[in-house]
């Protein structure tokens, strides 16, 4: 019913930055909060950053002062702007949304996945 497509992850050196895109499409009325999670190698599936449909945003101490999420409701998208990587924000990043359908159900969405590798 509902499809996040993310795009933007690849091989950065550290100090550099890239730009996470997530895309929802499909049988959508509206959308609550999305947000980013990552998941490295042997680790738990964590939050990175959270924006709700009004705008208000939350993130990782790890992360806060270097990566910004935002969103364009109009489009049904999420961004996250990540500067100053380090080797440390290695991994999968996953966009999550939570989509109010045509059918006024609510249900939890995940994306495909993003591989994020900061390495010099």
């Known amino acids: 019913q509902v499809q996040l497509v993310e795009s933007g992850g690849g091989l950065v050196q550290p100090g550099g930055s890239l730009r996470l895109s997530c895309a929802a499409s499909g049988s959508i009325f509206s959308i609550n909060a999305m947000g980013w999670y990552r998941q490295a190698p042997g680790k738990q599936r964590e939050l990175v950053a959270g924006i709700t449909s009004g705008g208000k945003t939350n993130y990782a101490d790890s992360v806060k002062g270097r990566f910004t999420i935002y969103r364009a409701n109009a489009k049904n998208t999420v961004y996250l702007q990540m500067n100053s990587l380090k080797p440390e924000d290695t991994a999968v990043y996953y966009c999550?949304?939570?989509?109010?359908?045509?059918?006024?159900?609510?249900?939890?969405?995940w994306g495909q996945g993003t591989q994020v590798t900061v390495s010099s």
């Open positions: 999550n949304a939570r989509v109010n359908l045509m059918d006024r159900s609510t249900r939890g969405y």
